[in-house]
């Protein structure tokens, strides 16, 4: 029976977590400071250390530390409030197995735990810091959201075949940034990546690009000229916006995807070609296949597996895990060592709608930096919309009372053309939050 120490000092919910956890054939000693958790570390053999971050005698990065020091292979899960995740990142970076933000269910408490006791044998620091957080091959974060783990196990189930994908979302969500992660989690990771904007590529060198020509087979083309085909040969071809081709181009594909083999412009030799497909678009393709504008054939070519990335604004849960991650990055590119954001800063980021998905969020981010004199990014460093985006949710800022709860429903439905989603987005409460409240004032 594995064997847990829970590091909690509020009495009630450590005796109900203990309790739990006893119930799912964990062994669990519960302390509430570090000085007695030391204590224990040093007289028990623990399989896990299941802390909270902020203790009377300190907080959970600081036994971590001491877990570290003596030489401790034991995992160590940290419990969050939400506003210190970003803080918890920082500790899986120290080494960390994993955190888990209250409140959590059950069900999430099981499967970090279970997690951590799987890996333990071969735990090692930096390797964890990725599972959860970055991948830095592909510059990806996880993520928390239900939407972004949907999102990942997607990739994990479709990355090792050899199916087409076809990645859909928003401009900005990081659709390329899926595509580099499925290739690497591949068997081809050792392989090219070629990455190709389809809007970028005029239709009279279409053939070109993807094919590649020979010297003098047209005039410009001054030398030889190998394709985006063959450059990916045995990799993976990302085509980007492929929504943009025009018919001919959407024939030349569809034809060297069913012969996998290409002919470039001008010769009479063919060259034959193993790749692995994956295309994105922020259009409705199949909207294009019912007005005659994409070919029905190839759409279904490209679509043996779809991905739909989610917008910023439908994984919030994650926006601080993205916000740490671009700081760093742009302290990196800028030289500079800003440490983190105030809360005021995060409140904005939360309330903001993000049209420009990650993109926006990571070029905010960047110019914050660049501003920044302080050590902590600031209100006055953020661009205009970002300020006033509390103006914006002026009904989440006011759904406060009882007095004015029911005419705020009524005007968040009438906005949202009675769409309760949505109206519940703008309320800043869960949908099941708003149909308590429509049963309870009885609006229809």
């Given amino acids: 029976m594995k064997t847990i120490l829970l590091v909690e000092d509020d009495v009630t919910f450590s005796n109900m977590l203990k309790h ?16 007695n958790a030391t204590t224990l570390l040093k007289d028990h053999p623990y399989n896990l250390i299941f802390t909270d971050l902020r203790l009377p005698d300190g907080n959970g990065i600081d036994l971590l530390k001491l877990s570290k020091d003596n030489n401790s292979n034991i995992p160590v ?3 969050t409030g939400y506003a210190e995740v970003s803080t918890a990142v920082q500790a899986m970076k120290q080494g960390a197995f994993d955190y888990i933000s209250k409140p959590f269910n059950p069900d999430e408490v099981l499967e970090v735990i279970s997690n951590a006791l799987e890996e333990k044998t071969d735990f090692v620091a930096p390797v964890k ?13 996880a993520g928390i959201s239900a939407a972004s783990k949907n999102l990942f196990e997607h990739i994990n189930l479709v990355a090792p075949t050899d199916m087409s994908v076809l990645i859909t979302g928003e401009s900005g969500t990081g659709k390329e940034v899926v595509a580099n992660t499925i290739h690497t989690q591949s068997l081809r990771k050792d392989k090219p990546f070629i990455a190709v904007d389809c809007g970028a590529i005029p239709k009279e060198i279409a053939s070109s690009e993807f094919f590649g020509h020979q010297k003098g087979s047209f005039t410009g083309a001054i030398n030889d000229k190998i394709g985006h085909f063959e450059a990916a040969n045995g990799g993976t071809l990302f085509l980007d916006e492929v929504g943009n081709l025009n018919y001919e181009s959407q024939v030349q594909l569809l034809r060297a995807l069913q012969e996998r083999k290409i002919k470039p412009v001008g010769s009479s030799k063919e060259i034959m070609v193993d790749i692995r497909l994956i295309t994105a678009t922020n259009e409705d393709l199949l909207s294009a296949v019912e007005s005659g504008n994409f070919r029905e054939d190839l759409y279904h070519r490209l679509n043996e597996f779809s991905i739909k990335v989610p917008s910023l604004k439908d994984r919030k849960d994650d926006l601080i895990l993205y916000a740490d991650f671009f700081l760093e990055k742009a302290n990196q590119q800028l030289h500079k060592e800003v440490a983190g954001f105030s809360q005021e800063v995060l409140a904005l980021f939360q309330q ?9 969020l990571s070029n905010v981010i960047k110019r914050a930096t660049l501003l920044s004199q302080t050590e902590i990014i600031e209100k006055e460093v953020l661009p205009e919309e970002l300020k006033n985006a509390d103006a914006q949710y002026s009904f989440s800022n006011k759904f406060s009372t009882k007095e004015n709860e029911k005419t705020l429903i009524i005007n968040a439905l009438k906005e949202t053309g009675n769409n309760k989603t949505k109206a519940a987005k703008l309320l800043n409460i869960t949908r099941k939050t708003l149909y308590n409240k429509l049963k309870e004032y009885e609006i229809n």
């Fill in 129 to 141: 810091e990725q599972k959860r957080n970055i991948t830095t091959n592909t510059n990806i974060v």
């Fill in 20 to 35: 739990f956890l006893e119930r799912h054939q964990y062994t669990v000693d519960v302390s509430y400071t570090i000085k």
């Fill in 77 to 79: 899960v940290l419990m």
């Fill in 352 to 360: 903001y709608n993000w049209p420009g998905n990650l993109r926006e």
